[in-house]
């Protein structure tokens, strides 16, 4: 099975991921449900020939599978059976083999505005199934991409930065720890770019094709040479020349909380179309991109439910997800209070 699934096409990385891919595939095919599976795909960075090389030619990034499956398909015991392909091949791999839930087509069809289903659909690789499995849905330009997207970005990255610090808090046993924390303090700094350019609607495909366009937005130096230095580190993953990473998170968390500012601010800017985009946008961040009746009364349940870990107990029709992100300054802003974090960790699970 082959595959140009590395920045860099490396020979050894490109072997050694033909030969994972055929393996996982030979599995999923003697699986007992193999029948009741449409297909599996490979996205994430490797499905779009982004994928990094380690110094010995290993794999470095996780491996991310969707699983396609029909409308009355045992979606639970299927699951279970790629739980047991993951544990196998993330420990033969060293690293994370990652199988989402499995979903029918009209999940990635209802979800093609995501900015994970768009990626997905604009780059991917199939390796059980027809080839031409999403052939139906149609793609979303990512200059249409919603503004909510950004902010679930920021959103996530910014919680990895707070993951990373109670990482560097509890003390680093191994080097493990240390390549955790610098992982997500560049992602961190890819996602800071990624949301300005999602705001702006310049996101492209490739990374190299988003760093040209941050170089136009004519971003901060320092969110630019952070953004091009994680770049390099996914493409080609080095430890060695790191700066003191207590330091480094706390200049990320400031560039974090100045890209935030940046992109909320971005509402407030004179529309580049119409009146109706620029009313879209600076609703997106509030509520739901749908806006409808059932998405209001299912956000009221929710936020029902979750009252007293909510930063806003009133405004129910607002999705948690968006409601925490206020949560989520605040403890960056309070590495101290332990309490806020747990808190802020347990809804981020619950409505990531």
Request: glycine share 6%; aromatic share 8%; proline share 4%.
């Amino acid at each position: 099975m082959q595959i140009k699934g590395s920045f860099y096409g490396v020979e050894k990385t490109e072997k050694l991921l033909s030969t994972a891919l055929a393996g996982i595939r030979h599995d999923i095919a003697e699986s007992p449900l193999a029948d009741s599976i449409t297909a599996v795909i490979l996205g994430g960075s490797y499905g779009r020939g982004e994928g990094g090389s380690a110094n010995d030619g290993g794999l470095c990034n996780d491996l991310d599978f969707f699983v396609l499956v029909p409308k009355f398909a045992p979606r639970k015991k299927i699951a279970a059976i790629f739980r047991r392909i993951s544990a196998k091949w993330s420990e033969k791999l060293a690293i994370e083999v990652d199988f989402a839930s499995p979903c029918t087509i009209e999940h990635f069809r209802r979800n093609a505005a995501t900015l994970m289903i768009r990626d997905l659909l604009a780059a991917h690789y199939v390796i059980f199934g027809p080839a031409d499995c999403f052939a139906d849905i149609k793609k979303i330009p990512r200059r249409d991409l919603p503004f909510s997207e950004g902010a679930r970005l920021l959103l996530n990255r910014g919680t990895g930065i707070l993951l990373a610090e109670a990482r560097l808090q509890q003390g680093m046993e191994n080097n493990h720890d240390s390549e955790f924390i610098i992982r997500n303090l560049h992602k961190a700094a890819l996602g800071c770019g990624d949301a300005l350019l999602i705001a702006n609607h310049l996101l492209a495909d490739s990374g190299t094709e988003r760093k040209t366009n941050l170089k136009r937005l004519k971003i901060p130096e320092n969110l630019y040479s952070a953004y091009s230095e994680a770049l390099n580190y996914k493409y080609r993953p080095d430890h060695e020349n790191c700066c003191e990473l207590s330091s480094w998170l706390n200049s990320t968390k400031k560039l974090f909380m100045e890209t935030v500012s940046t992109f909320m601010a971005l509402t407030t800017l004179p529309p580049t179309r119409s009146k109706k985009s620029r009313a879209h946008y600076a609703r997106a961040i509030f509520r739901d991109v749908s806006n409808t009746i059932p998405g209001h009364m299912r956000n009221v349940i929710l936020n029902i439910l979750y009252f007293k870990k909510l930063p806003d107990r009133f405004l129910l029709t607002v999705h948690p997800r968006l409601k925490i992100f206020s949560m989520l300054l605040n403890a960056l802003k309070n590495p101290e209070d332990h309490d806020l974090r747990k808190r802020y960790l347990e809804l981020w699970h619950r409505f990531n």
